[in-house]
C-alpha cells in the first residue's frame, strides 16, 4: 500500500517543482533517504532569483507607517548644551523630533556594558553618534530634517582622540586590560626570550572592515494592544532587540514581539548594532501609537554604526635555528571606538587565536581596548580571532626570511603536536589535531613546492611584475567564549496533512541556517525537502536565544531541532508499532514512506492516523553545549567544544611601479567536519576567502586626521571585492573528517573560520614585495595592503626604483 | 507645450504616472508607489548594483550604441536608483518580477542556473545579479555567442555580493546558457512604445500634478534646437544627461536641482560618427557607446573603458556629462586631451568650439556659459606614428574612483618626439596637461634619458593633494611611474607587452 510517493519529488529541493542538481554520488544517496549531506539549494534560492523573498522593507506597510531618520552629531568629541527642536518641527512633514530625553527607560543599547546611549545625552562621542530622532510623514522629508540638524544644536566642541595608539598611550581603555599567561615556570618567559638564540620584534598595523551587509540596517515597529510592540528588524540577535526595547521603554520582554525572516547579510553587524535601530523605531512607535520604520540610508550606516576592530601589535618572539618558537610576547591594541559594545568579547577571542595553529610554549599576551572618538566596533565574522591569528603568521613569515628558510617549513615545525605540544595558552587540550594531514593534502593539491620555484623562476626574468606565493593554516575554536549562550531551542510543527514547519531561535542572514536546520528535520523524519518550512524566527515562539554568532547557528539549533523533530518521531514510532504490529525500534522513515512490520504506508498517511489517535504531533527541542567552561579572569578553561580547520595557498603578482595587486590562483582544502551540505559550506568558505581578502587588500577606513570623519562612508569610497576580484582558479574542496564529538551528524561550523584563509593572500603579497629586495628581505606590509601600501613596503626594502 | 503624463511600458502594458515629483526615482516608484519591491537598495548611489533594472526603447533612431538589441528594442540595464522617473516616458522598464514570465518553466533560465549553481546566500544582491545576467544573456542570444569567464566578470562590475565571493555567480552565467532557451518577445512592447511616441509629438513636457510651478517641471524635448531654445530662455534649469552625478547629488545631498532639461532624448545628441577626419561623440551617448568608438580608434584604451564605472552606469551615464561635470578625478578627460579632443558647445542657435584644455578653469569649473551646453567632442583620428595608453590607479580594479589616471600620448618622427600629450587626473583641481613634463620630451629622442627628465619634471607640474584614496606621495610617485610604464610598453626597442607590466592584464592573459 504505497501511496503518495513519488521517486522523483524527493529529487526536488525546498521548491517542490525544482530539482536539485546533484553530483552522482548524492543524488544516489538522496534517492536512498539521505537528506544531510546533500547539496540541497537554499531554502530561498528560487525566491531570491525571482526578488520574492521578502525582507523588511519589503512587508507592506500598515496604515499610517511613519517614517524616522537620526540626525547626526557634525562634531567627534564635545557637550551638547541644547537642541532646538523648532526648525526642524517646522520642516514639511515632521511629526515629531526626540531626545535622548524623550525615553521614557533607560538611556542605552549597550549589550553588554551599559555604556552605550540610544540617542547623545549631553556628551558627544564621535562624528555621526545620533542625538535626535526625526519622524516624518516620509522617509526623505525625515532624513531631510536629519540633514539640517547643523544649526540647531548648541554644541561645545573638544578635541578628539581619534586613534588607538594615542588612547593607548594616555592608558585610555574601555574596558580592564586582559593578559593571556601561559608559562612552564614563573619568569620562563623572560628567560626564553633573554636566551634565544634568534629574537624579532616589531609593530603591524591592522584596518578594520565594515560589515557592508548589502541590506542596510532597519527596523520597524508596529504598536499592538495593551502597551505591546511587534517590531520587524534585520538582527541576528532578535532576543536581545527584545530586551533593548522593553529596556528603552521601561517595559517587560513580554510586551515586545521581535520577528526576523531574514536578512540581507550580517555578518556580526547586525548582532549588538541593529539594537539602536530597534530602538529607536520602537520608541518613536510606542510614544506616537503608530507603526514607525528606521531604514538607515547607507552613509548614514557607515557613520553610525561599528566594525571590525583595527588592531595594532606590539611584538616580541624568540625561536631556535629552525624557526620555533620558544617564547612571545605580544600586545593588542584593539579600538573600540567609544563604547565598549561586543568588545571585551573580541578581545578575549583575539587572544584565544593568536596561537591559531602553533604551540606557543612560553607565552603572554596583552589585550588593550582603546577608546577612541569613532564608531563602536563589534562584531564581525571571525570576532576577533582573525585579528589574533594574523599576528602569529607574520611572526611566521618573518622567522623565516630571517633564518632564509621556507616559511612552510618553518610552520610545520611550529604546528600543534597531537600527543604532545598540544595544549593553547588558555590551557585546553587539543584532541581533535588534523592541521598537519591537512597541510599536506593541500601541498599536493595545489601542488605548492613547484609552484614556489616557478614563482622564483618568474621572479629572475620580470623586472616590473613579481610573484609571491604563500600557504598558511586555520585552526578555530568553536562556541561562544561565554559558556551559559551556547544553547537553543526550536519547535517542530507535523500538520495533519503530513506537512512541517520548523522554527528555531537562530536567524537566517544566507549562511543556510535554515536550509541545514529543515534538512535535518527531514533527515529525522525520513521526508522530502519541500515537506519543510522554515518560518520567521520570533521571540515569541522561541525565547532566551543567543545570537546566530560565533558560527554556531546549525550546531546548536540544528540539535535542538533535531531534538524536537526525533520526539515526533519517536511517538510516530510508537505509534505505527502499536497500530501496525512490530515495534517500535524497527519502525524506519525514508522517502516519505514509513515502513513498519512489512507494510508500507506513506509518512502524511500515518501522521493522518497518529493525529485521529490524538497522538502531539508537534515539540519543542533544547541542546547545550556539553563540555565547555571557562574563567574568565584567568583566561583559561575549555572555551571550544572543537576546533575547525583549514588551509589555503594563495599566488598573487603585484606591480612594483604601481602597487597593484592581483590574485591569480587560490587553493583551499577545509575542515566542515561531516558536511551537512557540501554545496552551503563551499559557499562559506569561498565567501570568507573572499571577504577576508578585501579586509586584507581594497577595503580601507579613512578617518580624517582631525575632525573625525568617516571619509570612506560609502561604495563609492571603500571597496569590497567585485566579480573579477575572484581568481578563475579558485579550487576550494572539503577535507573529509568527521567531528570527534558528537555535534549534529558530525559536522563543524563554517562561518568564520574561513576568515582566516585569505591569510595566504596577505602572505603572498609579502612574499612577492619581498622578491623586490635582496635575500632575507622581510618588507614591513601594513594591512590592508592597498597599492599604496605596497609600495610602501617595497620602498622599506631600499629597492632598485626605476 | 501641454503637460502629459509619464507614460511607459510596464508590467505588460502602459502605465501612466501623473503624481510623482520630477527627481522621484525609478526604486522609489517600484518599491514605494507601485510596491514592486523585488528590486532592492543597498546603496541609493549606483555602487552596488541591487537595484539593476532594464530599460528599453525603440531603436529606431540613432540611441542604439552601446545597448542590447533584441527585435527592434535597445536594452540596457541601468541603475534605478539614481535614474529619475520621468526620463522613462516613452520606454519600456524591465524587473526582477517580469523574468518567469518570459518562460513557461518556474524560472527563467538565467534564475535558473543561479539556483543550480547555488548563486544566492543572503540573496539581497541576487535580483539585480540576475537583471545584469539577463543583459548578458540577451546580449549573447542575440549574437549568438557565448561570453568567456572575464567577459561575465566585466559585465558584473556594477554588481556588489558580500557573501558568495562570486564564483557561483560566474559559474552560473556560463549555465544559464546551457538551459533551455527563454525569448523575449519585443513585439507588444515596440507597438506599446510606438503609441506612445506618436502620442508625445516633440517631446515630454511633464510637472507632478498641482506643483507646475517653476523649479519643478521637466522637460525632454526631442530635437537639438528645441533644447538650446529652451535652455537659452532658462539657464538656471539643470541640464540633465544620465544622472549618474546629479542623480547622487538628489539623494545623498538633498540638493534642489530645479527645473530638470532631459536632452537623453535627443536622438541627434547621442550620434557618434565619423566626420572626415574628426570622431564626433555626440554630448548624450552613453558612455558605454562613446567608449567602444574610441576603443576602435585606440584599442589601448579597453582597459580604461573597462574600468571607468560598471555597466550600468555606462549603460546610463553619458560621456558628454562626464566631460561637462568637469570632476577633477573624471577619467574621460585625460583621455580625451591626450587624443587633443576639441569641444562644440552650443547656446541658442550659436555654436563655438573649444579645445578640451581649454575647458577647465578650476576646480569643477569650466567655460560653459550660462544656457549653453556640450553639443558634441570632437576627437582627431589618431595619426599611426602616435603611440598612446591611459593609465587608471584606484583600491580596486573595478568601479572605482580613480586615485590618478592618465591619457599618455607621443607622435614620433622616425625616433624624435614630434608631439606630445600627457594629461592627468587627481593631480591638481582639474585634469590638465603636464607642460613641463611634455617640454622634457618635446623633440627628444623617445628614449630612457628624456622619459627620466619628464618623470623629474612631473614635479614641477602638479603639486597633489593627500585624500583617502592616495597620499600626495604616492600620487607623485606613481605618476612618474606611470609614465616608466608607457615608456616601457611604447619604446620602440623590445617594448614590453601589457601583461608585462599590468597585473590585470596578466591575471586574465593566463591561468596559473
Ligand atoms: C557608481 C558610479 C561609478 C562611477 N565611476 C566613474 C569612473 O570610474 N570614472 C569617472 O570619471 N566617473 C565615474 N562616475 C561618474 C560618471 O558616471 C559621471 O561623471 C557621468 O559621466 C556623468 O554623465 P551623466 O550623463 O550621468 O551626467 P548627469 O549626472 O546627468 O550630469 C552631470 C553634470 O553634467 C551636466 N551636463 C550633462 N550633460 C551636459 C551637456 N551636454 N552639456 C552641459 N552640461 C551637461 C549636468 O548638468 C550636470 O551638471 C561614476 C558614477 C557612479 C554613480
Ligand atoms: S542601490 Fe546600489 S546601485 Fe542602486
Ligand atoms: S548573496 Fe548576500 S550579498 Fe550576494
Known amino acids: ?802 | 507645450m501641454m503637460q502629459q503624463p509619464i507614460s511607459f511600458y510596464f508590467d505588460n502594458r502602459i502605465v501612466r504616472v501623473a503624481d510623482q515629483p520630477i527627481t522621484a526615482t525609478v526604486l522609489a516608484w517600484l518599491r514605494g508607489a507601485v510596491r514592486r519591491t523585488g528590486t532592492k537598495e543597498g546603496c541609493a548611489e549606483g555602487d552596488c548594483g541591487a537595484c539593476t533594472v532594464i530599460v528599453a526603447e525603440l531603436a529606431d533612431e540613432a540611441g542604439d550604441a552601446g545597448g542590447i538589441r533584441a527585435g527592434n528594442l535597445v536594452l540596457r540595464p541601468i541603475n534605478a536608483c539614481i535614474r529619475f522617473l520621468p526620463t522613462l516616458h516613452g520606454k519600456a522598464l524591465l524587473t526582477i518580477e517580469d523574468l518567469a514570465g518570459l518562460t513557461d518553466r518556474a524560472l527563467h533560465p538565467v534564475q535558473q542556473a543561479m539556483v543550480d549553481c547555488h548563486g544566492s546566500q543572503c540573496g539581497f544582491c541576487t535580483p539585480g545579479f540576475v537583471m545584469s545576467l539577463f543583459a548578458t544573456y540577451l546580449r549573447h542570444q542575440a549574437a549568438q555567442t557565448t561570453p568567456d569567464r572575464a567577459a561575465i566578470a566585466h559585465d558584473l562590475a556594477g554588481n556588489l555580493c558580500r557573501c558568495t565571493g562570486y564564483r557561483p555567480i560566474l559559474d552560473a552565467a556560463a549555465r544559464m546558457f546551457a538551459l533551455p532557451p527563454a525569448t523575449l518577445d519585443t513585439a507588444p512592447i515596440e507597438a506599446a512604445l510606438r503609441a506612445v511616441a506618436a502620442e508625445t509629438g516633440a517631446g515630454l513636457s511633464y510637472a507632478a500634478a498641482g506643483q507646475a510651478g517653476p523649479g519643478a517641471r521637466f522637460y525632454a524635448p526631442r530635437e537639438v534646437d528645441a533644447l538650446a531654445a529652451w535652455y537659452a530662455e532658462r539657464p538656471e534649469a539643470t541640464l540633465l544627461a544620465g544622472a549618474t552625478d546629479i542623480g547622487l547629488w538628489v539623494n545623498k545631498r538633498f540638493r534642489d536641482v530645479g527645473d530638470l532639461l532631459y536632452l537623453g532624448d535627443v536622438a541627434a545628441l547621442r550620434c557618434i560618427e565619423r566626420e572626415g577626419d574628426v570622431l564626433r561623440i555626440g554630448a548624450g551617448a552613453t558612455l558605454e557607446a562613446a567608449w567602444a568608438a574610441l576603443i576602435g580608434l585606440e584599442p589601448a584604451l579597453g582597459e580604461m573603458a573597462l574600468r571607468f564605472a560598471g555597466p550600468p552606469v555606462r549603460h546610463a551615464g553619458t560621456m558628454g556629462g562626464n566631460v561637462a561635470n568637469g570632476s577633477p578625478i573624471g577619467d574621460a578627460a585625460p583621455v580625451l586631451m591626450a587624443m587633443d579632443a576639441r569641444l562644440v558647445l552650443q547656446h541658442g542657435a550659436q555654436s563655438r568650439e573649444v579645445p578640451l584644455d581649454a575647458f577647465y578653469l578650476d576646480y569643477m569649473r569650466n567655460d560653459l556659459a550660462k544656457g549653453e551646453f556640450l553639443r558634441a567632442i570632437l576627437v582627431p583620428l589618431p595619426d599611426p606614428d602616435t603611440r598612446m595608453r591611459a593609465y587608471k590607479i584606484s583600491k580596486r580594479f573595478d568601479c572605482d574612483i580613480s586615485a590618478l589616471s592618465c591619457g599618455l600620448a607621443v607622435t614620433l618622427e622616425g625616433e624624435t618626439i614630434s608631439r606630445v600629450r600627457l594629461a592627468f587626473g587627481g593631480m591638481a583641481a582639474t585634469v590638465r596637461r603636464a607642460r613641463h613634463a611634455e617640454a622634457a620630451l618635446h623633440e627628444a629622442v623617445w628614449g630612457e634619458a628624456a622619459v627620466r627628465a619628464a618623470m623629474a619634471a612631473l614635479d614641477e607640474d602638479f603639486t597633489p593633494l593627500s585624500d583617502l584614496r592616495a597620499s600626495r606621495g604616492y600620487r607623485r610617485l606613481v605618476a612618474r611611474n606611470l609614465l616608466w610604464r608607457f615608456w616601457l610598453e611604447t619604446r620602440s626597442a623590445a617594448p614590453l607587452p601589457a601583461a608585462s607590466v599590468r597585473v590585470r592584464t596578466f591575471a586574465m592573459a593566463g591561468a596559473v
Open chain 1, 1 to 802: 500500500m504505497n501511496q503518495d510517493f513519488s521517486p522523483d519529488r524527493a529529487a526536488c529541493g525546498f521548491a517542490r517543482d525544482i530539482p536539485l542538481v546533484l553530483d552522482a554520488g548524492e543524488a544516489a544517496a538522496l534517492r536512498a533517504g539521505a537528506r544531510v549531506g546533500i547539496s540541497a539549494a537554499h531554502e530561498s534560492a528560487h525566491l531570491h532569483v525571482a526578488g520574492a523573498a521578502p525582507y523588511v522593507d519589503d512587508v507592506p506597510e500598515a496604515a499610517g507607517t511613519l517614517h524616522a531618520a537620526l540626525a547626526p552629531s557634525p562634531v567627534a568629541s564635545g557637550v551638547l548644551r541644547s537642541i532646538d527642536r523648532a526648525a526642524l518641527l517646522a520642516m514639511p512633514g515632521v511629526v515629531a523630533v526626540l531626545t535622548a530625553a524623550d525615553i521614557p527607560g533607560a538611556n542605552d543599547c549597550g549589550p553588554v556594558i551599559h555604556d552605550d546611549p540610544i540617542l547623545a545625552d549631553g556628551t558627544l562621542r564621535y562624528r555621526g553618534q545620533p542625538v535626535a530622532l526625526i519622524v516624518a510623514t516620509a522617509r526623505d522629508l525625515a532624513r531631510l530634517a536629519a540633514a539640517r540638524i547643523g544649526p540647531c544644536l548648541d554644541i561645545e566642541p573638544a578635541t578628539p582622540v581619534l586613534t588607538a595608539r594615542e588612547a593607548y598611550a594616555r592608558g585610555d581603555a574601555l574596558l580592564p586590560p586582559a593578559s593571556l599567561i601561559r608559562e612552564s615556570a614563573p619568569g620562563a618567559l623572560t628567560a626564553a626570550l633573554a636566551a634565544a638564540p634568534h629574537r624579532l620584534g616589531g609593530q603591524f598595523s591592522l584596518g578594520g572592515q565594515e560589515q557592508f551587509y548589502l541590506e542596510g540596517q532597519i527596523a520597524y515597529a508596529l504598536p499592538t494592544e495593551n502597551q505591546g510592540l511587534r517590531v520587524l528588524c534585520s538582527t541576528q540577535h532578535p532576543s536581545e532587540m527584545q530586551h533593548l526595547i522593553a529596556h528603552a521603554l521601561g517595559w517587560r520582554s513580554h510586551q515586545v514581539l521581535v520577528e526576523c525572516r531574514r536578512m540581507g547579510g550580517g555578518f556580526g553587524g547586525k548582532e549588538s548594532q541593529s539594537g539602536l535601530f530597534a530602538c529607536c523605531a520602537s520608541i518613536a512607535a510606542a510614544r506616537l501609537g503608530r507603526p514607525v520604520k528606521l531604514r538607515l540610508d547607507r552613509d548614514d550606516d557607515f557613520i553610525m554604526t561599528g566594525r571590525r576592530h583595527p588592531f595594532e601589535y606590539d611584538y616580541d618572539v624568540a625561536f631556535d635555528d629552525d624557526g620555533r618558537i620558544t617564547g612571545i610576547e605580544a600586545t593588542l591594541i584593539a579600538n573600540g571606538g567609544h563604547s565598549a559594545d561586543l568588545s571585551g568579547a573580541v578581545m578575549t577571542r583575539a587572544l584565544c587565536h593568536l596561537d591559531n595553529a602553533y604551540y606557543l610554549p612560553e607565552v603572554a599576551i596583552n589585550g588593550f581596548v582603546a577608546r577612541t572618538n569613532t564608531q563602536s566596533n563589534t562584531a564581525f565574522r571571525g570576532f576577533g580571532g582573525p585579528q589574533g591569528a594574523l599576528l602569529i603568521e607574520i611572526v611566521m613569515d618573518r622567522i623565516a626570511r630571517h633564518l632564509g628558510r621556507d616559511p612552510l617549513a618553518v610552520r610545520r615545525a611550529n604546528f600543534y603536536g597531537v600527543a604532545s605540544r598540544n595544549v593553547t595558552p588558555y590551557r585546553q587540550t587539543i584532541e581533535d589535531n588534523v592541521v598537519a594531514a591537512l597541510v599536506d593534502e593541500l601541498v599536493a593539491q595545489a601542488d605548492y613546492q613547484g609552484r614556489v620555484a616557478a614563482v622564483a623562476a618568474f621572479n629572475r626574468s620580470n623586472s616590473v611584475l613579481k610573484k609571491g606565493i604563500a600557504l598558511t593554516p586555520v585552526k578555530f575554536g568553536i562556541s561562544f567564549n561565554v559558556p551559559h549562550l551556547n544553547q537553543a531551542g526550536a519547535l517542530v510543527h507535523v500538520y495533519a496533512d503530513g506537512s512541517v514547519l520548523v522554527n528555531h531561535g537562530g536567524t537566517e542572514m544566507g549562511q543556510g541556517l535554515n536550509t541545514k536546520v529543515a534538512q535535518v528535520v527531514a533527515d529525522a523524519l525520513g521526508i522530502g525537502f519541500a515537506a519543510v518550512r522554515c518560518s520567521a524566527t520570533d521571540t515569541s515562539k522561541i525565547a532566551n536565544t543567543s545570537a546566530t554568532a560565533a558560527s554556531t547557528g546549525a550546531d546548536l539549533n540544528g540539535m535542538a531541532a533535531r531534538d524536537a523533530a526525533m520526539t515526533i518521531r519517536n511517538r510516530l514510532a510508537d505509534f505505527a508499532a502499536a497500530r501496525h504490529g512490530g515495534e517500535a525500534a524497527d519502525v524506519q522513515f525514508a522517502n516519505d514512506v514509513v515502513r513498519v512490520s512489512g507494510i508500507a504506508l506513506a509518512f502524511a498517511t500515518l501522521v493522518r492516523q497518529a493525529y485521529e489517535a490524538r497522538v502531539q504531533l508537534w515539540s519543542d527541542g533544547f541542546y547545550a553545549t556539553p563540555k565547555v567552561h571557562w574563567n574568565p579572569k584567568g583566561l583559561h578553561g575549555r572555551p571550544f567544544y572543537y576546533f575547525a580547520y583549514g588551509a589555503a595557498a594563495s599566488e598573487v603578482i603585484i606591480d612594483t611601479l604601481t602597487g597593484e595587486v592581483s590574485l591569480l590562483r587560490a587553493d583551499i582544502l577545509h575542515d566542515a567536519g561531516r558536511s551537512l551540505n557540501p554545496a552551503i559550506d563551499i559557499g562559506q568558505i569561498e565567501g570568507g576567502f573572499i571577504q577576508s581578502m578585501g579586509w586584507l587588500t581594497t577595503e580601507e577606513l579613512v578617518w580624517h586626521a582631525t575632525d573625525g570623519r568617516l571619509l570612506t562612508h560609502a561604495p563609492s569610497t571603500y571597496k569590497i571585492p567585485t566579480a573579477n576580484d575572484c581568481p578563475a582558479a579558485l579550487h576550494t574542496r572539503l577535507f573529509d573528517n568527521p567531528n570527534t564529538e558528537p555535534t549534529i551528524h558530525r559536522s563543524k561550523a563554517v562561518g568564520e573560520p574561513p576568515m582566516l584563509l585569505a591569510f595566504s593572500v596577505l602572505l603572498a603579497i609579502r612574499d612577492a614585495i619581498a622578491a623586490t629586495g635582496g635575500p632575507g628581505a622581510d618588507p614591513d606590509l601594513r594591512a590592508p595592503a592597498t597599492p599604496e601600501a605596497v609600495l610602501d613596503a617595497i620602498a622599506s626594502l631600499d629597492a632598485i626604483r626605476p
